[in-house]
């Protein structure tokens, strides 16, 4: 399986527009040792012909363009984009699905909960069924299934299997009370795991809280991407002055009690990958005393264009 990091950043990106944090406003003036870097997107292939993104960043239309293996073919309108899994409902994992909307035929993976809320609340998402034959809504649920069969041998089985483990998060604060009330709670945001035979891949973005669940996959995955977003609880409310703490809107910080550094045991079998990692962290100064806390603790910190072979 050949793994690609097109995206590392939470939403906003890395510097973010209207952001003057250190951080921000020290890599635009040249002084940061570190990354700029576009919002959190993987794609992975099990026969690098046929790519599956982990998730539809906002800026995924850039991403593919940047990256040579999801070119379609000289003289084809077939793109090597078969299928995108969803995480969840929020924007930074859903608003690329936009950028995917020319007529190539896809296979969308989601819990029922969030297919519900981007096709019944979000009718402009109805623009993917356009495609011939329109795009097919799967569900992901906790139970492994049989990933879709390969363009060229659409009767064959795919050598690859895919589940979710949910992970206690909110739904994102657009979806109406009406529908929110009738959804299940472990169907907001989840942790993908793509298996081929022996090899595990994990992903998951956005961790509220450390299920043991969720703690044995990391340990038993080939390579896992977590949940890097803020280093300090507080890191928004220090960043601007108001604002909710980490936990309130859905991720560990990666510092303090109880955090993903914390819970997260160091002993694991694969490569551990922080991601999703929000413009105000310290982590993205190369320099600073908390990037290398997390190296020296064994994890490495995910940037654009990283690349794995498993
Ligand atoms: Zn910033």
Same mark, same amino acid.
Request: proline fraction near 6%.
């Given at each position: 399986?050949?793994?690609?990091?097109?995206?590392?950043?939470?939403?906003?990106?890395?510097?973010?527009?209207?952001?003057?944090?250190?951080?921000?406003?020290?890599?635009?003036?040249?002084?940061?040792?570190?990354?700029?870097?576009?919002?959190?997107?993987?794609?992975?292939?099990?026969?690098?012909?046929?790519?599956?993104?982990?998730?539809?960043?906002?800026?995924?239309?850039?991403?593919?363009?940047?990256?040579?293996?999801?070119?379609? !073919? &000289?003289? *084809?309108?077939?793109?090597?984009?078969? =299928?995108? %899994?969803?995480?969840?409902?929020?924007?930074?994992?859903?608003? @690329?699905?936009?950028?995917?909307?020319?007529?190539?035929?896809?296979?969308?993976?989601?819990?029922?909960?969030?297919?519900?809320?981007?096709?019944?609340?979000?009718?402009?998402?109805?623009?993917?069924?356009?495609?011939?034959?329109?795009?097919?809504?799967?569900?992901?649920?906790?139970?492994?299934?049989?990933?879709?069969?390969?363009?060229?041998?659409?009767?064959?089985?795919?050598?690859?299997?895919?589940?979710?483990?949910?992970?206690?998060?909110?739904?994102?604060?657009?979806?109406?009370?009406?529908?929110?009330?009738?959804?299940?709670?472990?169907?907001?945001?989840?942790?993908?795991?793509?298996?081929?035979?022996?090899?595990?891949?994990?992903?998951?973005?956005?961790?509220?809280?450390?299920?043991?669940?969720?703690?044995?996959? !990391? &340990?038993? *995955?080939?390579?896992?991407?977590?949940? =890097?977003? %803020?280093?300090?609880?507080?890191?928004?409310?220090?960043?601007? @002055?108001?604002?909710?703490?980490?936990?309130?809107?859905?991720?560990?910080?990666?510092?303090?009690?109880?955090?993903?550094?914390?819970?997260?045991?160091?002993?694991?079998?694969?490569?551990?990958?922080?991601?999703?990692?929000?413009?105000?962290?310290?982590?993205?100064?190369?320099?600073?005393?908390?990037?290398?806390?997390?190296?020296?603790?064994?994890?490495?910190?995910?940037?654009?264009?990283?690349?794995?072979?498993?």
């Amino acid at each position: 399986m050949l793994v690609k990091v097109l995206g590392s950043a939470a939403g906003g990106g890395f510097p973010q527009w209207n952001c003057g944090c250190s951080n921000c406003s020290a890599l635009r003036a040249g002084t940061l040792r570190g990354r700029a870097r576009t919002q959190t997107q993987i794609a992975f292939s099990v026969n690098s012909n046929q790519w599956f993104l982990l998730n539809a960043s906002p800026d995924l239309r850039a991403q593919i363009l940047a990256t040579p293996e999801l070119a379609p !073919a &000289e003289g *084809s309108r077939r793109s090597p984009v078969a =299928g995108v %899994f969803l995480s969840s409902a929020d924007v930074d994992s859903v608003a @690329g699905l936009l950028h995917l909307r020319e007529s190539t035929p896809l296979c969308i993976f989601s819990t029922p909960a969030v297919q519900r809320i981007l096709r019944e609340e979000n009718s402009m998402f109805r623009v993917l069924d356009r495609a011939t034959p329109a795009a097919q809504w799967r569900g992901i649920s906790t139970l492994p299934q049989n990933g879709p069969a390969a363009a060229s041998d659409p009767s064959g089985e795919s050598p690859f299997r895919y589940s979710s483990v949910p992970l206690r998060g909110n739904y994102p604060d657009y979806v109406s009370w009406a529908l929110r009330s009738k959804l299940a709670a472990d169907e907001a945001s989840v942790g993908l795991l793509i298996e081929l035979g022996e090899k595990r891949l994990f992903f998951a973005p956005s961790v509220a809280s450390g299920s043991e669940e969720c703690k044995k996959l !990391a &340990e038993s *995955s080939d390579l896992f991407f977590l949940d =890097g977003t %803020f280093w300090h609880d507080d890191e928004l409310i220090r960043a601007t @002055g108001s604002g909710k703490t980490a936990r309130e809107i859905g991720h560990l910080p990666l510092s303090g009690a109880g955090g993903l550094l914390e819970q997260f045991p160091e002993r694991a079998r694969g490569r551990r990958i922080l991601i999703h990692i929000n413009n105000t962290n310290p982590i993205l100064d190369e320099d600073s005393a908390e990037h290398r806390a997390v190296r020296d603790a064994g994890w490495e910190i995910a940037h654009d264009g990283m690349e794995f072979t498993l």
